[in-house]
């Protein structure tokens, strides 16, 4: 149903990303169906940002990763669910005044899920689902490197997604979720207590059906809070960050093909992405 991309730096702050849904992955699947996805993706982060207002620091860092992903769908209660595992595999190089750093390869934190639709209906095109996230601190992580590939934490998340068709042509989808976080107590070079509040996140999608096969989509995504602490004290960066995304989905009876492209528009906090780019591709089999 839902995916999340588990790319993390820990550098002057912490870089937090949300849970995103890939268009139309709020459709109910039929029951007793392998699904493997395959996601290639990369990421630039550009300059950083204080109280909406860019820092003195000329900053770059490009992310480069691997996704893979292994679900299973079932009935629950005589309604559809899923359950899904996500480990990774990621690349980042900082670059500008970051260059003076080594390039960091290896695991990222794996992500798993669970999903079930409360409503589902093929006929009218009516989807109303929730989804439960549990992100692992799997990825590579060193306190004494200022440059990490997990967050050496546990997270949480809980979603509900909303789908329905507008017309023949035109569907939307709405979704919302809130994150909790697991304290880090060894964060970075002086080895501090890391604490971060709520992160909420809320996402709306139109896509247009070309035709039955290819879909094209358009997607606004805002998230706010996730303010932390270092040994209980504030560091007033709370997160409020406006995002846009494009898709373009061309499916088969057996796979699919998911081309993703997206920036934020404004960020108040944090560094500042200029491109997310993905790659998908997913293929079914019972």
């Not at 770059?60 to 209660?77: A, E, S």
């Not at 970051?98 to 409360?118: Q, R, V």
């Not at 009218?124 to 689902?129: C, D, L, N, Q």
């Not at 491109?275 to 998908?280: M, P, T, V």
Request: with cysteine; net charge negative.
């Amino acid at each position: 149903m839902i995916c999340w991309m588990p790319l993390v730096i820990l550098l002057a702050s912490d870089t937090t990303h949300a849970i995103d849904t890939i268009p139309g992955q709020a459709i109910a699947p039929p029951p007793d169906v392998n699904a493997f996805m395959l996601s290639y993706t990369a990421i630039q982060l550009g300059d950083k940002y204080s109280d909406g207002k860019k820092t003195s620091l000329n900053t770059q860092l490009n992310f480069d990763g691997i996704l893979v992903r292994y679900t299973r769908t079932f009935t629950l209660n005589n309604q559809p669910a899923a359950v899904y595992i996500q480990p990774s595999w990621l690349h980042v190089k900082p670059s500008q005044s970051l260059s003076s750093f080594d390039d960091e390869y290896g695991l990222g934190d794996t992500a798993s899920a669970f999903a079930y639709w409360f409503y589902a209906d093929h006929q009218t095109g009516r989807y109303f689902a929730t989804a439960s996230y549990l992100i692992a601190p799997t990825g590579d992580y060193n306190s004494n490197q200022l440059i990490n590939l997990g967050l050496n934490r546990w997270s949480f998340a809980q979603q509900i997604a909303y789908q329905t068709k507008l017309s023949d042509h035109w569907d939307i989808m709405v979704s919302a979720d809130v994150q909790w976080f697991e304290e880090n107590n060894d964060y970075r070079l002086t080895h501090q207590k890391y604490q971060q509040k709520l992160l909420f996140s809320t996402q709306a999608t139109l896509m247009f059906n070309i035709e039955p096969t290819l879909v094209f989509a358009g997607s606004y995504y805002f998230h706010k809070g996730g303010e932390s602490k270092l040994e209980g004290v504030s560091q007033h960066d709370s997160i409020e960050r406006h995002r846009y995304g494009l898709a373009l989905i061309k499916k088969s009876r057996q796979s699919r093909l998911i081309l993703q492209y997206g920036e934020d528009i404004k960020t108040k906090n944090g560094f500042i992405e200029e491109h997310q780019a993905f790659i998908r591709w997913q293929t079914f089999w019972n």
